[in-house]
């Protein structure tokens, strides 16, 4: 029995047989999303000529056009006037505008300068294994961060990753990484953090991030909870962070490309 198809080979056959309820261009944004979730065009790498990827998924230029845009507008591809599609990459414009949510309440936006406080590995808990696709029990990184911003102590957040998709990192690669930490992720292992689903509340601090944040313990804080989530929504990190509100706070373009 001959192996499946996989790779270019396998997007051309579903491209030209495929047969779906959904728009042609949602099945060509899947087919494009497929290939740059198999590495096939690298993080900062251009994607071949609109006519060539027209031809090869045997659609029009208008259709391949509409399956790009997505992906422009979820900010997976990035277009540079008279110069191409390129594939995103992790730099600190990219975390400042689409994943630090936190502004002074002036507006301002702020580079956090993060500080490793902890970094460990144990077991998942039941509910951090079935967020991460993981089996009950396999091991983790636990990683905890103090972040500031012009200086003062605002947010606490506190990492988990499968010690599996990231086998050789230790504190000191963590700590010493050159740009942002899905920067690493994405020069380092190849995982592409393309967009995050997060969830809202207020907590009360303990013990450890009140001391971190210079506030009491019991003190109400902003708990942030993300799952970063990969091509096809494969989660990649949980991240809980303590947020002090007195002089930030929470913004979140909805609806913004």
């Keep these: 029995m001959n192996a499946p198809a996989t790779g270019p080979d396998m997007i051309d056959t579903l491209a030209t047989g495929i047969h779906t309820a959904a728009p042609l261009y949602k099945e060509v944004k899947r087919l494009l999303t497929q290939g740059l979730a198999a590495g096939e065009w690298q993080p900062g790498e251009a994607l071949p000529s609109e006519t060539r990827l027209a031809e090869r998924f045997k659609v029009s230029i208008g259709t391949l056009r509409k399956a790009v845009d997505e992906l422009v507008a979820e900010q997976v591809l990035v277009r540079q006037q008279g110069r191409g599609t390129f594939v995103a990459t992790h730099g600190a414009n990219r975390m400042l505008f689409n994943f630090f949510h936190i502004v002074r309440t002036d507006g301002a936006r702020v580079l956090p ?145």
Excluded: C, W
């Excluded at 689903?197 to 506030?215: I, N, Y």
């Design 113 to 257: 300068d993060a500080q490793v406080v902890e970094f460990g590995r144990s077991k998942a808990e039941a509910g951090e294994a079935m967020r991460l696709g993981l089996a009950a029990g396999e091991r983790v990184l636990r990683i905890r961060n103090l972040m500031r911003l012009e200086g003062k102590p605002v947010l606490v957040d506190d990492i988990v990753l499968a010690a599996a998709r990231f086998p050789d990192l230790t504190e000191r690669v963590f700590r010493e990484r050159e740009g942002t930490i899905y920067g690493l992720y994405q020069t380092r292992y190849a995982i592409n953090v393309v967009r995050a689903r997060e969830r809202l509340r207020v907590a009360l601090l303990e013990a450890g991030a009140a001391r971190l944040l210079g506030l009491p313990a019991g003190h109400p804080v902003l708990e942030i909870n993300r799952t970063a989530l990969s091509y096809h929504d494969r989660p990649v990190e949980l991240r809980r962070s303590l947020v002090n509100t007195a002089h930030h706070e929470y913004v979140s373009d909805l609806g913004k490309a």
